[in-house]
């Protein structure tokens, strides 16, 4: 669904642009481009499933003026449904836990979200979703007029970003041969693929998780960054949703966002670190000539005191890697402007 003139701020939701990366992989054989979704007004490509999903269930009729909204989410999808309910004045209460960054929560309290916070992790699981999907459901027994978004299930997430695919085949006037999507609640991988197989597009699908996610059967472990990879298998997963799965770790994340912005100047999140280091990882296998297109999910801003910060990683990881690899182009580039000076 598509947001209309009268939506005010969230009718600014969709159309990001479609760059080509040409620096940040040295000597690249195929087209690189990057769908820019740090451009939605609310900062991220979850900005797509929160109003789809608000929306929808608007004309369904199960959001109604005093409808509660109440979602567990630290970060941008909290940040997209914060946005929407502000807009259309509904209450929206956040689930979140004491892994949520200050500037998150912030963003959320200044859309008017109430943050309601779980303090301890599910004591079976060890982990804070399990605790904070209790909380949700203890909430939606205390509010008699609630709607629960439950975006790790619900299909209007994926639905949402059919027409991010549709927006991506109209600037290349083709499918791209592949589409690296992160993965979390899998509802980008989903709709996009969804797309794409209902128009038989020969399009590699290729789902970029973190080291220590579940969602592709690989064993649980901790993870700093967040955004993509969950604790669970998410309801909207399924077999085969992806050509392939590609987990990145942390430290690569780091890695692939320095670049990014070292090389063309993006300033991007974790996720989309991720996703440029899995291509880096695949990129001998990318046949000359092929289209690819990476989904860059939100903003680095958000990151300015984990990933941009060089005390968090040495924290963190020990040491600070060495990022930036000159490309060809790039040097190509200095010595032409080198001469045009001299
Ligand atoms: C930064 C970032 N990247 C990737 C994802 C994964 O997207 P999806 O939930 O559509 O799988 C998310 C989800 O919240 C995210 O915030």
Redesign the pocket.
């Known amino acids: 669904m598509r947001p209309l003139a009268d939506d005010g701020v969230l009718s600014a939701l969709g159309n990001t642009p479609l760059i080509q990366l040409k620096k940040v992989i040295p000597d690249l054989h195929f087209q690189l481009f990057a769908k820019l979704e740090s451009l939605n007004p609310g900062g991220?490509?979850?900005d797509r499933?929160a109003f789809n999903i608000i929306r929808r269930a608007i004309e369904k009729n199960l959001i109604r003026r005093d409808t509660v909204i109440i979602e567990s989410?630290s970060?941008?999808?909290g940040i997209g449904l914060a946005q929407a309910c502000r807009y259309y004045g509904l209450q929206f209460i956040c689930v979140v836990d004491p892994k949520i960054t200050q500037q998150n929560r912030r963003l959320i309290e200044v859309y008017g979200g109430q943050i309601d916070l779980v303090s301890k992790p599910d004591p079976v699981s060890g982990e804070y979703l399990v605790s904070r999907l209790r909380r949700v459901h203890e909430l939606l027994q205390i509010h008699k007029n609630a709607f629960w978004p439950n975006?790790y299930a619900n299909i209007d997430?994926?639905d949402a970003?059919q027409q991010t695919i549709r927006e991506i085949i109209s600037v290349l006037d083709r499918a791209p041969d592949y589409l690296f999507?992160?993965?979390?609640?899998?509802?980008?991988?989903?709709?996009c693929g969804t797309y794409l197989k209902a128009r038989a597009a020969n399009t590699r699908l290729i789902a970029v998780d973190a080291v220590g996610s579940v969602i592709f059967g690989a064993h649980k472990g901790t993870r700093l960054i967040?955004?993509?990879g969950a604790a669970m298998r998410?309801a909207?997963w399924y077999p085969h949703i992806a050509d392939q799965c590609i987990a990145i770790s942390d430290l690569e994340c780091i890695i692939g966002c320095r670049r990014l912005a070292s090389t063309e100047a993006v300033l991007a999140?974790?996720?989309?670190g991720a996703i440029l280091m899995a291509v880096e990882r695949i990129k001998s296998s990318i046949p000359n000539d092929a289209i690819c297109v990476v989904i860059l999910?939100?903003r680095g801003e958000r990151y300015l005191d984990t990933i941009y910060s060089d005390q968090w990683v040495l924290e963190r990881f020990g040491y600070l890697p060495e990022v930036v690899r000159h490309s060809v182009l790039e040097e190509n580039l200095c010595s032409a402007m080198e001469n045009s000076y001299s």
Do not use: E, F, W
Request: proline share 6%.
């Open positions: 991220s490509m979850k499933a989410s970060g941008n999808m975006q997430n994926a970003h999507c992160a993965v979390s609640t899998c509802g980008t991988l989903r709709g967040p955004g993509h998410p909207l999140g974790g996720s989309s999910a939100d």
